[in-house]
């Protein structure tokens, strides 16, 4: 049986492509973020599902928490607070005078980061969680994932 060899280049550029694709899978999964969004919706122009399916595309693990069940982006929306562990991030889409019921949640969860988006600011909940080493950002989920810096 006669093989033909490829030519070198080919197996070359070959090699790089796959090389690249793998690189590029190993950077997402490294830079993959586990994120409860908690205040999920199903409300399609509430900016909580709209993080919630920005967040699914690049690539981050999203936990949805919220008051009424459902689904977004093929994602359930958990209404009893789920025990997590390895948590990096808790994005905020709840407003203040709503948040002192998951203050012991989101505290006992032990996020890396807690954002609070616009609208959602706390000085007092920011300060618990800045006891507890985790870092407090006051920012858009949204603009952070749009500039690459989320």
């Known amino acids: ?81 789920p025990k997590l562990t390895d948590i990096n991030t808790i994005t905020l889409y709840i407003s203040p005078q709503h948040q002192f019921e998951w203050y012991d949640y989101i505290l006992e969860t032990c996020p890396k980061r807690l954002i609070f988006n616009p609208g959602t600011e706390n000085p007092e909940l920011a300060k618990l969680a800045q006891n507890q080493n985790i870092e407090v950002e006051f920012a858009c989920t949204l603009v952070m994932l749009s500039i690459g810096v989320y």
């Not at 908690?38 to 690539?59: C, P, V």
Request: net charge positive.
């Open 1 to 81: 049986m006669f093989f033909q060899k490829e030519p070198l280049s080919k197996v070359f550029c070959n090699f790089i492509t796959n090389l690249s694709i793998h690189i590029l899978f190993q950077l997402l999964i490294m830079n993959s973020k586990k994120t409860i969004v908690l205040g999920a919706t199903t409300t399609s122009y509430r900016t909580a599902y709209t993080a919630i399916h920005r967040l699914s595309s690049a690539g981050h693990e999203v936990i949805n928490v919220g008051i009424r069940e459902g689904e977004v982006a093929g994602i359930p929306i958990q209404t009893k607070p």
